[in-house]
């Protein structure tokens, strides 16, 4: 991902969001449930569409509430589809709701979001995107890269010689922790 971390430098949108944002470890279900849709609302357009467009998501999907969301009927989805300041993409507007209440039954079950995603880590990308699409709509192999490392649970939001790369590995993200762990059972087994 080194190409982002050298394209970013001085953009009005892309640092902020690199520096900041980007695979910095998160355990906020809601903070979970915004990256979520908006890594699903980027499909097919650029990054900067969606990151110019971030405050106005947050407005129309009242700042990512999940059970507000989950609750969204005709009248949301029609105030979604009206809406110029967000991608007015019905099947993304669908899978927004259907995500808030998935992700209302993960919690359910799990006590959190951020519970049932740590539960089944560590997993490579593939595994990651068959137990995403079988929760969650609109989840590509694309979608399910770029949400999971822009919450920590994969490698390679930044580059090793990044200023960021080493901010966040101090905070131990899932993907740092998980590689770390590799490493132990590998001595381990050396030692056999």
């Not at 097919?44 to 609750?71: H, M, P």
């Amino acid at each position: 991902m080194s190409w982002y971390c050298e394209a970013s430098q001085g953009h009005e949108w892309h640092q902020p969001y690199h520096d900041e944002v980007y695979g910095f470890p998160v355990s906020d279900d809601r903070v979970l449930f915004e990256r979520l849709v908006l890594e699903l609302n980027q499909a097919g357009l650029s990054w900067l569409t969606i990151l110019r467009k971030t405050e106005s998501f947050r407005q129309a999907y009242c700042n990512f509430d999940i059970e507000t969301v989950a609750g969204f009927g005709d009248k949301e989805r029609a105030r979604l589809m009206a809406d110029a300041g967000i991608i007015r993409n019905r099947l993304k507007i669908e899978a927004a709701i259907h995500n808030a209440q998935e992700v209302m039954r993960l919690q359910k079950a799990y006590g959190s979001f951020a519970a049932w995603l740590a539960h089944h880590h560590p997993r490579d990308l593939s595994s990651w995107v068959r137990l995403l699409r079988g929760h969650f709509r609109f989840m590509g192999p694309e979608i399910v890269n770029e949400f999971l490392m822009s919450i920590g649970y994969l490698e390679g939001a930044h580059a090793p010689w990044c200023s960021v790369y080493k901010r966040i590995a101090q905070l131990n993200p899932p993907w740092l922790v998980a590689k770390e762990a590799r490493k132990d059972t590998r001595k381990d087994k050396s030692k056999d």
